[in-house]
């Protein structure tokens, strides 16, 4: 370790466990390596039950992370687990420990484990995904404000999660906040467009937008649909994929496809992509939609902004890198079909190459880090 390296905690989930936390999780532990820190993940025993987890599986065993030294010790609702991983972070005695936070679920683990850490004097930082998760109750607010009551030092990825966990946690408490990084983390093809398309079964000759990741209500894969119907009104010519597994409602989506006559513009591939496939998609598609009707931040992004794919999303997305990004980016208001056929109309334009953004995506991995590892010596949870 050189003088200015951590010894650092993370907890959070790592694969084998599927979806974007899990993906950025990986990622966050390897920057940290590279920059020379100390890192030891605490990840998930178990993670949630069925009820909570629609999917077909929490788990992606195909998923290998090489260099990341990880144990799988936690579990929601099992205080032997707890007292397992603070034991070893007390065993451990960390500079400080980088504590993710995105579902109330973990309200009970998280106020308990800050609590220990808290008293054991170990810095501790959280790290808010979500202040509150997606689609939440008024429950999950009074849950995060009593998961998060003894936490004072704080990191965000958006100013409007910022604003959301400001209105919950102590007057006292830092929060800073440092966009969610750009990352590319699936494994390159080395084919070209047309072979991708093709080993996909995907058409050739016509622009394709793509739409990754878990199918939720909240992301507005519904208006994409109608915003698609409308480009079929006008002849556009466009194929939309929609690579991934749907937690609910996949009927009714198939069923809009079908009222709309839009079959043959549209390719689903309503399973979980796993890492071995997931670049393939985005090195077949010419830009990349997120259509979210709410949420502030999404990791599907930061992955076609490292694929240096043209972006259009809804302003709900309060991501200032979005301003930033240099391949071309429309933002539209949520939920309305007409602006984002219109958006959709004016992508197909874009002359698109795929584009290293290998400088992009560092600086923004160095931003967040730096927000993570500084101020420990004053900032104890």
Request: glycine share 6%; net charge neutral.
């Amino acid at each position: 370790m050189t003088t200015n390296s951590k010894k650092i905690v993370l907890i959070g989930p790592m694969p084998p466990y599927r979806g974007g936390i899990a993906r950025f999780s990986a990622s966050l532990a390897k920057q940290l390596l590279d920059m020379g820190h100390e890192v030891k993940v605490i990840s998930f025993r178990k993670q949630y039950p069925k009820l909570l987890y629609p999917g077909k599986s929490e788990k992606d065993l195909s998923q290998t992370i090489s260099g990341v030294h990880t144990d799988f010790l936690l579990s929601p609702i099992n205080f032997i687990d707890w007292n397992k991983t603070f034991r070893q972070i007390q065993n451990l005695q960390p500079d400080f420990v980088i504590f993710q936070w995105w579902n109330t679920f973990w309200a009970p683990a998280t106020s308990w484990l800050i609590h220990k850490i808290k008293h054991a004097g170990i810095s501790t930082k959280v790290l808010v995904h979500n202040a509150f998760p997606h689609e939440a109750t008024w429950f999950d607010t009074k849950l995060t404000a009593w998961a998060l009551r003894e936490a004072n030092s704080f990191v965000t990825m958006t100013a409007g999660e910022a604003t959301r966990l400001r209105s919950v946690v102590s007057p006292q408490a830092e929060i800073l906040t440092a966009p969610h990084p750009v990352y590319r983390q699936f494994p390159s093809s080395g084919l070209s467009k047309a072979q991708v398309r093709e080993k996909l079964g995907l058409p050739d000759g016509c622009p394709i937008a793509l739409f990754f990741g878990f199918v939720r209500p909240y992301k507005g894969l519904g208006v994409l649909l109608d915003a698609v119907g409308k480009l079929r009104q006008e002849q556009a010519d466009l194929h939309l994929v929609v690579a991934g597994e749907f937690w609910r409602g996949e009927a009714d989506y198939i069923k809009q496809i079908h009222d709309l006559d839009i079959c043959d513009m549209v390719t689903i591939r309503a399973n979980y992509i796993p890492d071995s496939e997931a670049g393939l998609y985005f090195e077949a598609a010419d830009f990349f939609v997120a259509p979210y009707l709410e949420g502030t931040q999404s990791g599907s992004i930061k992955l076609a902004m490292g694929y240096g794919l043209p972006i259009i999303v809804t302003d709900t997305i309060t991501d200032p890198m979005i301003q930033e990004y240099p391949h071309g980016r429309l933002i539209v208001p949520p939920g309305d079909a007409p602006a984002l056929a219109k958006a959709i109309r004016k992508a197909t334009l874009i002359q698109h190459e795929a584009i290293e953004n290998e400088s992009f995506a560092q600086q923004s991995w160095h931003n967040l880090i730096s927000s993570l590892t500084i101020s420990q010596n004053r900032n104890m949870t």
